[in-house]
């Protein structure tokens, strides 16, 4: 406990998402006045709200109010998590409500959760028993995200542990929060509204049928009849999700309701939605307050929580809060619609100021135990406990420095008799998302540089690979097809620029560089009669790829017409882009960043050899050197620009999601590199990279599994992305033979100075 008293007195800032005032609903109040109760009891901590917002440039937000996030535009999620990820938050605290954010279920939040690397502590205001799919799936993602999950009533406990499978370890019950206001008697008060004189009723929230208005309507005649003075007050706007739908016809039928009843004269509905000082105003000038309402699953009700926190006479149906709150005699509960159990009960409390009086102590004196400054307490507590148990990041001399052996292991487990499948469920391959060619070219080019495999293996599977590529083939469109169903049945009738790209890169290869003649011969054919596609392709990485199997052609090849035609073609074009794309702090071929950005240089570098032309391998140097300064953080490791980085004009890349790709291919580029220059430095950037993967990189995790040759799919800003794809596994065994043939070499000598064994 010391330990977790230490930490909350260093958490100087919390992210805080949610409604905010001025929107007007419940969950707005609500998440205002967390964020109030939090800088009262802590006023040196910085809390950033981050406000939903369902009418952009509608609200006028205060200064508290850090950013609005638009509910239904997802990348302003992703911006938020950047926000909230720079702004050295400590810890962020949901307000979790279907229905405030975009996507299926409102699962834009769980775009936002997974950007964040710093515990969250959710609060959930709606927990069903009988979920949609989208919105069991949404509640497990919270569940899986969240280190606190926060409840108000202990039955949402038992529901989280029986219908979700959360663990109870991580689940706190916080009563929903209260003023704290002094215990006042009614009629002190009841001159303000115009309510002297009156036995006053009161209910309150955003008018809607789930409410149960009817029920007390229908008990006003009998309560009517035994107090001629009593008024029923309904006080709250209707809901704009109502009023956008049918207008004001509701809040219409229940004015119909109370005029043919006879008791028109015995309620007043106040259309608005009052400030916080002012409600607490109306709560404490009426007698009693009710809460008819009709759903039994109701796990919270801040209207009946602040009832309660100002000490008010409560008569209520048994929704699950209401049972809890008003346990042990500190309330009345009767059946759901039952008006004439309203009537009687609310008559037994009018009728007795003494039995209304001591009712009303004891709901205040349950009400001290939820003022908000012990709300903010203990959650305070909770995350500090939960930062206190975050894991701390390994030291750098606790990584070890070894480059793994290439392993075969698990490209064979990923593989069957069709070829490579793409993605899996952790190790387990996947077979609803079928094959696609980029992983089986990628999977033959690994096939000729994995020297130690025997050859009996290697010609199998090479043939496999070889087979899916031939199939691939689309003689009508001169394309290759890109992604098959498991069922071998293509899904489009050519693949992607890219794809086609990487195909010829691997063909270029796979004629060089194959141990049997066979697989050289068979390459070299398909190269040559597909080649003439690269011709007409327009993507610079697809460029990129197509000159470096020209180039492995050219090697095994010398003078080969067409692959020297792609490598005079395309290196010009590339040289044309970087021209047009430089700016003094932007040495790069395009005005943004994407995947497998080192493939670019390499390329240049490649051609530059196989042309002689000093100029090509300069600026494939150079531009090497550029984005290699672009992947450093700033402790020095190697940081791949992650996905949320692509598509931004000349913007520095952003932490995450960082993927084995770019690893692996800066590896390539950098041995590239070295080839081309001698110069060490680029060793030295090779080894940096590939270290990314056995744990050196922003969370201190290793992403390669080395007792099976296995890799995870990303580094999230969470931790591992744990699925391991065919893309990741081939990226570690494609850098571990690059690093191992590096290391030979560069007559690297194993040693404890030496960053590659």
């Known amino acids: 406990m010391a330990h977790v008293a230490d930490v909350a007195s260093r958490i100087d800032r919390v992210a805080l998402i949610g409604n905010f005032l001025p929107r007007k609903c419940g969950l707005a109040t609500f998440t205002t006045d967390t964020f109030t109760a939090l800088r009262g009891r802590y006023p040196d901590l910085k809390v950033d709200v981050y406000a939903m917002d369902d009418h952009p440039g509608l609200y006028d937000y205060p200064a508290e109010v850090t950013m609005s996030i638009p509910d239904q535009d997802r990348s302003a999620y992703i911006a938020a998590a950047r926000a909230i990820e720079t702004s050295g938050a400590k810890a962020l605290w949901l307000q979790h409500e279907y229905g405030i954010f975009g996507g299926p279920a409102g699962d834009h939040i769980l775009t936002l959760l997974d950007r964040v690397s710093i515990p969250v502590i959710v609060t959930l205001h709606t927990i069903l028993e009988k979920p949609s799919a989208d919105e069991r799936r949404v509640m497990e993602g919270l569940l899986r995200r969240a280190s606190r999950v926060v409840v108000m009533a202990e039955r949402g406990r038992e529901i989280l542990e029986r219908v979700y499978g959360a663990s109870g370890r991580s689940i706190v019950m916080i009563p929903h929060g209260v003023p704290d206001r002094d215990f006042v008697a009614p009629d002190t008060l009841k001159a303000q509204f115009g309510w002297e004189g009156r036995k006053v009723v009161l209910t309150f929230g955003l008018l809607a049928p789930n409410k149960g208005i009817e029920t007390l309507i229908g008990a006003l005649p009998e309560i009517a009849e035994a107090n001629p003075d009593v008024l029923y007050a309904v006080l709250g706007a209707t809901h704009p999700n109502l009023v956008a739908h049918e207008g004001e016809k509701y809040r219409d039928r229940l004015k119909t309701l109370a005029a043919d009843l006879g008791v028109a004269d015995h309620i007043q509905f106040i259309d608005a939605f009052v400030e916080h000082d002012e409600l607490l105003n109306y709560l404490q000038a009426a007698d009693v307050y009710a809460t008819p309402y009709s759903n039994p699953a109701q796990i919270t009700s801040g209207t009946l929580s602040y009832a309660v926190g100002v000490g008010k006479a409560v008569v209520s149906t048994p929704y699950v809060h209401a049972t809890e709150i008003l346990a042990d005699g500190h309330g009345v509960l009767v059946d759901f619609g039952d008006s004439a159990a309203f009537a009687r009960e609310i008559n037994l409390l009018l009728g007795s100021e003494r039995n209304r009086t001591r009712l009303s102590q004891r709901a205040y004196a349950r009400g001290r ?3 908000w400054p012990v709300l903010a307490e203990r959650a305070m507590a909770e995350i500090a406990a939960m930062i206190a148990a975050k894991p701390h990041r390994l030291s750098k001399s606790s990584l070890a420095p070894v480059a793994l052996k290439p392993d075969f292991a698990a490209v064979e487990r990923m593989s069957d008799a069709t070829g490579m499948l793409q993605h899996s469920i952790y190790s387990v391959p996947d077979r609803r998302h079928g094959y696609c060619i980029d992983d089986n070219v990628r999977a033959l080019m690994l096939l000729t540089r994995m020297d130690e495999l025997d050859e009996i293996t290697r010609d199998k599977w090479m043939t496999i690979y070889e087979s899916f590529i031939q199939y691939a083939w689309n003689p009508d469109v001169r394309r290759f097809r890109n992604f098959m169903n498991f069922d071998r049945t293509w899904c489009e009738e050519f693949g992607s ?20 003649a066979k ?30 199997g020209a180039a492995a052609v050219l090697d ?11 490598l005079v073609r395309f290196s010009d074009e590339l040289l044309a882009l970087l021209a047009v794309a430089r700016r003094p702090e932007w040495e790069w071929f395009e005005i943004v960043l994407a995947y497998d950005n080192a493939r670019l240089p390499e390329a240049m570098i490649r051609a530059g050899q196989a042309l002689g032309r000093d100029d090509l391998i300069k600026s494939g140097s150079d531009t090497l050197d550029w984005i290699i300064g672009r992947q450093t953080s700033p402790e020095g490791r190697f940081r791949a620009v992650g996905t949320e980085s692509f598509g931004r004009p000349y913007e520095e890349p952003l932490p995450f999601d960082q ?34 993967y056995l744990g050196q990189n922003d969370l201190d995790l290793p992403l390669a599994t080395s007792t099976d040759g296995g890799c995870f799919d990303g580094l999230m800003p969470n931790g591992l992305n744990r699925n391991q794809g065919a893309e990741s596994i081939l990226a570690l065994q494609l850098a571990s033979c690059a ?3 590096l290391s030979k070499r560069a007559q690297i000598v194993a040693g404890p100075s030496s960053a590659v064994a």
Not at 659 to 682: S, Y
């Open 659 to 692: 993927q084995p790709l770019e690893a692996q291919a800066t590896v390539d580029a950098c041995v590239t590199a070295f080839e081309a220059t001698g110069d060490k430095r680029w060793v030295a950037e090779a080894e940096r990279a590939y270290r990314w």
């Open 519 to 548: 697989h050289r011969d068979w390459a070299m054919a398909m190269f040559d009669m597909t080649a003439s596609l690269a011709l007409d392709l327009g993507s610079p990485r697809a460029h990129a790829f197509c000159m470096l």
């Open 369 to 371: 135990t939820m003022i």
């Open 497 to 516: 620029e890219d794809s086609n790209g990487r195909t010829l890169w691997a063909l270029g290869v796979t004629a060089r560089d194959a141990n049997l």
């Open 556 to 566: 095994a090849h010398p003078g080969h017409a067409m692959a020297k035609q792609i």
């Open 739 to 741: 690093i191992s043939a």
